[in-house]
């Protein structure tokens, strides 16, 4: 069974920037992505989409500051994070709504999370 693998988490200084990637872990293809945040006690947040074909949205907290992106020909997909503040602190996770694999397709993905945390 396929999964999504984030990467680039870790402690920042508000201010600062992180890169987050997220995979699948075998080779497959990766329709639209979003990238959610949760803090404990609060609601699952959707901060950045995009599209198969590119098209990108954004969470009114993030824009300006987080930009979305792919490398379709590597399959993975990228959340820069800019000017970060101690309230992006949460567990990041890439879903896809959608993975193409050799043995067929899997629907809403989810990967397990890569923590975020913005301190000094």
């Known amino acids: 069974q396929v999964q999504l693998v984030e990467s680039g988490g870790g402690l920042v200084q508000p201010g600062g920037s992180l890169r987050l990637s997220c995979a699948a872990s075998?080779?497959?293809?990766?329709?639209?992505v979003g990238w959610h945040r949760q803090t404990p006690g609060k609601q699952r947040e959707l901060v950045a989409q995009i599209t198969s074909g590119g098209t990108t949205d954004y969470a009114d907290s993030v824009k300006g500051r987080f930009t979305i992106s792919r490398d379709n020909a590597n399959n993975t997909v990228y959340l820069q994070m800019n000017s970060l503040k101690p309230e992006d602190t949460a567990v990041y996770y890439c879903?896809?709504?959608?993975?193409?694999?050799?043995?067929?397709?899997?629907?809403?993905?989810w990967g397990q999370g890569t923590q975020v945390t913005v301190s000094s």
């Open positions: 879903t896809a709504d959608r993975i193409q694999t050799v043995t067929g397709y899997y629907f809403g993905v």
């Open positions: 075998t080779n497959a293809r990766i329709y639209a």
